[in-house]
């Protein structure tokens, strides 16, 4: 494959002083993940030999996870970009011409204004996820670009919508338990999460918990590191988890297990909850599950008894048809149950919103352009026509292997009509099917703000090398393409270092000037706050909103309710893709990695005639992906699993779980649904 891969030479030599022989320098990791990592990267003669954990960060506490420890891997390997380059091969195949930077951006907005001309700016669709997290590489000046240019809008909604939906409405996503106070808790439920995947800082604080004596709950399809060491491990059917959350409701109310004082003070709408909790008997909601009545009783005393207890909430739970009530449910028991008020009672969600950022740096409104969601990228590419999609701006995302319904968005990307830029640090899946590619630089060679969605924590991430080949910031780009098409005055910040101060000048309190000093920021309640003590709903009257109104005419069948599963009899088996400890979400699924397998349970592998290392075909009416099978008792049985993130180039067939997922919308939040993917597993062989 001839891609722009080969080294330019170039080198902007800003960091001459780095390069010899060898220098430890501070940053921070700004991936999208929950813990932000201050680091300490050597540097030898200008080039990354080492990154590790520093201490700045006490939740770091000098280690971090393997992913980023190679992340060297990425900025160095055969797959970086390196400059810009034009196609020249079909799409798919990869081929470009290498470009300057002038051509490829005066190509790009050429494309814009013919664009524009012909179907109107909504025909240019950006999209973009959590390629980083950073305050300077995601809405900031491409914000700017799209809102004034009068791009469609893209709800980014592929992930944590339909939990960050329901943590809005109840809570107004009030700052939650933090890491730190894991180890004041007397029981830890960790609830669709599995931190020794993703956000590996929160293991040692479980750990330490259970020393010093708290029980752990895990709920879970899989047999988790973490469910192995629990007291109890509730192995649920994926789908299922708002019957389980409203059989505990029903147990404490029914057992007078409620904070009668709390709910009068503090909430409105327990009686409704109460309501729609009624139908769901511990016994109707284990066989739901599929899990053992007396383990859920077993789990419901527990929860009931303990204090302080807190709940983990993660992302597992949310990536099915009733992800946004489950989200719901589960978040809302710690407020029938009487469990806040109390350092390590309460819950743990995303803590993102703590620092009351709000991007007033993007400096433009949001028009009232077509909204596309995200989930919905094949069939806006494919069927979408008021106006069509013409040209599609993919950067900080791979949608081709990280978004429902994969083979309807490759189909898409194959168009020839359809003009797509692609900005990023390697030649994903995605950009081989670019009309132009530009090369990224990564979060070791730019600015960015760390900021963390575990712990309370903010950090600014410096560049610690020179940027590969021609690549550039996002920041740079972005203002770049706002200055040659009109939308930006000289006045305003247009590149990295302007947009640095702007962001730093606009952050909340002393959060910028705290930066600056190169010190540690906190929020005024400080960064382990009791709820309930030090912080309080963030809704309008300051209550926990049990029966948001809103919602309950949003989702399909009201709040609280269950919609049955999708399962069919020729596809009884119900696919997963959670974490897995070598991506972050798709990013470095371009390394090089064992071969792929599917996870089956010894009990559905024997009903089809199937060992342990046979290939096998899973498959559904989507589509369908040819891997190994590895077969195991640690996930349960009906359930299946593939690697999250997983690159096309990792399967025989060149297609990932996302073939086989329904692009299908959650109940409340409009998210995917991963886990409503619906499959049958066969031999290869016989086929
Ligand atoms: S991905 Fe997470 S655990 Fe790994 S270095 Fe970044 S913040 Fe730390």
């Known amino acids: 494959?001839?891609?722009?891969?080969?080294?330019?030479?170039?080198?902007?030599?800003?960091?001459?002083?780095?390069?010899?022989?060898?220098?430890?320098?501070?940053?921070?990791?700004?991936?999208?993940?929950?813990?932000?990592c201050s680091l300490a990267v050597t540097v030898h003669h200008g080039?990354?030999?080492?990154?590790?954990?520093?201490?700045?960060?006490?939740v770091t506490e000098g280690f971090i996870c393997a992913k980023v420890r190679?992340?060297?891997?990425?900025?160095?390997?055969p797959d970086r970009l390196l400059y810009p380059g034009i196609r020249k091969g079909r799409k798919g195949e990869g081929r470009f011409k290498r470009a300057t930077w002038d051509e490829a951006l005066e190509l790009i907005v050429a494309r814009f204004l013919a664009a524009k001309d012909k179907a109107g700016s909504a025909s240019i669709l950006p999209f973009s996820y959590g390629g980083s997290n950073g305050l300077l590489t995601q809405d900031n000046l491409d914000a700017q670009l799209w809102r004034r240019f009068g791009a469609s809008r893209l709800a980014r909604t592929v992930c944590a919508a339909p939990t960050s939906t329901a943590n809005q409405a109840l809570y107004g996503k009030m700052p939650s338990v933090t890491y730190e106070d894991y180890i004041h808790a007397k029981l830890i439920v960790l609830w669709g999460v599995n931190p020794s995947a993703s956000g590996i800082h929160l293991v040692p604080y479980v750990r330490e918990a259970q020393k010093r004596g708290a029980k752990l709950i895990v709920i879970d399809p899989r047999s988790t590191p973490l469910a192995r060491s629990a007291d109890l491990h509730l192995p649920v059917r994926p789908g299922t988890d708002v019957a389980i959350a409203l059989a505990l409701h029903r147990y404490l109310f029914d057992n007078g297990h409620v904070d009668a004082r709390f709910i009068g003070e503090h909430t409105r709408g327990a009686d409704r909850l109460r309501e729609r909790a009624e139908p769901w008997t511990?016994?109707?909601?284990?066989?739901?599950?599929?899990?053992a009545a007396d383990t859920l009783e077993q789990c419901a005393e527990l929860y009931a008894r303990s204090s302080p207890a807190l709940i983990r909430c993660g992302w597992g739970l949310e990536r099915?048809?009733?992800?946004?009530?489950?989200?719901?449910?589960?978040?809302?028991?710690?407020?029938?149950?009487?469990?806040?008020?109390?350092?390590g009672g309460g819950y743990s969600m995303s803590n993102s919103a703590s620092w009351g950022i709000d991007r007033t740096w993007i400096g433009a409104e949001e028009p009232p352009t077509r909204l596309v969601n995200m989930n919905h990228l094949g069939r806006a590419l494919t069927e979408y026509d008021d106006p069509p999609v013409n040209v599609l701006f993919v950067y900080n995302a791979n949608p081709a292997v990280t978004v429902p319904d994969q083979r309807r968005i490759i189909r898409g990307l194959e168009r020839e009509d359809l003009f797509t830029i692609v900005f990023e640090q390697v030649m994903t899946d995605t950009a081989l099917y670019a009309d132009v590619v530009l090369p990224a630089t990564t979060f070791l060679e730019g600015y960015d703000f760390a900021r963390a969605y575990g712990p309370i924590n903010i950090?600014?991430?410096?560049?610690?090398?020179?940027?590969?080949?021609?690549?550039r910031s996002n920041a740079d780009v972005f203002g770049e393409l706002c200055t040659r098409l009109g939308l930006l005055t000289e006045r305003e910040p247009s590149g990295e270092l302007d947009l640095l101060v702007r962001v730093l000048d606009s952050l909340p309190g002393v959060v910028g000037r705290d930066l600056r000093a190169g010190a540690r920021p906190e929020p005024p309640f400080g960064t382990a706050p009791i709820q309930f003590v030090d912080v309080f709903p963030n809704t309008p009257d300051r209550k926990v909103d049990l029966f948001p109104a809103d919602l309950e005419s949003t989702a399909p069948l009201g709040l609280y309710r269950f919609q049955p599963d999708p399962a069919t009899t020729q596809h009884p088996l119900t696919l997963i893709s959670p974490a897995s400890e070598r991506t972050i979400s798709s990013t470095l699924g371009e390394l090089p990695r064992p071969d792929v397998k599917?996870?089956?349970?010894?009990?559905?592998?024997?009903?089809?005639?199937?060992?342990?290392?046979?290939?096998?075909?899973?498959?559904?009416?989507?589509?369908?992906?040819?891997?190994?099978?590895?077969?195991?008792?640690?996930?349960?049985?009906?359930?299946?699993?593939?690697?999250?993130?997983?690159?096309?180039?990792?399967?025989?067939?060149?297609?990932?779980?996302?073939?086989?997922?329904?692009?299908?919308?959650?109940?409340?939040?409009?998210?995917?649904?991963f886990n409503d993917a619906r499959v049958q597993v066969a031999s290869l062989a016989t086929a």
């Open 1 to 36: 494959m001839a891609s722009p891969g080969a080294s330019s030479g170039r080198s902007t030599d800003r960091f001459t002083t780095l390069k010899g022989p060898s220098s430890t320098v501070e940053t921070a990791c700004p991936l999208d993940c929950p813990d932000a």
């Open 47 to 58: 080039r990354v030999v080492k990154i590790d954990g520093s201490f700045k960060n006490p």
């Open 70 to 77: 190679k992340f060297g891997d990425r900025v160095y390997g």
């Open 282 to 291: 511990i016994a109707r909601a284990a066989e739901t599950a599929g899990i």
């Open 320 to 343: 099915n048809r009733n992800g946004g009530n489950a989200a719901m449910a589960v978040m809302a028991l710690p407020a029938i149950g009487g469990k806040f008020g109390v350092r």
């Open 459 to 471: 950090e600014l991430a410096r560049p610690v090398i020179d940027a590969a080949g021609e690549a």
């Open 598 to 673: 599917l996870l089956m349970h010894p009990v559905d592998a024997e009903a089809r005639g199937l060992a342990q290392g046979d290939l096998v075909r899973v498959f559904n009416d989507l589509g369908e992906v040819q891997c190994t099978l590895a077969v195991a008792p640690s996930i349960r049985p009906g359930t299946v699993s593939l690697p999250k993130g997983l690159w096309r180039r990792s399967t025989r067939n060149g297609l990932t779980g996302t073939a086989l997922v329904p692009d299908a919308l959650t109940d409340l939040g409009a998210g995917a649904c």
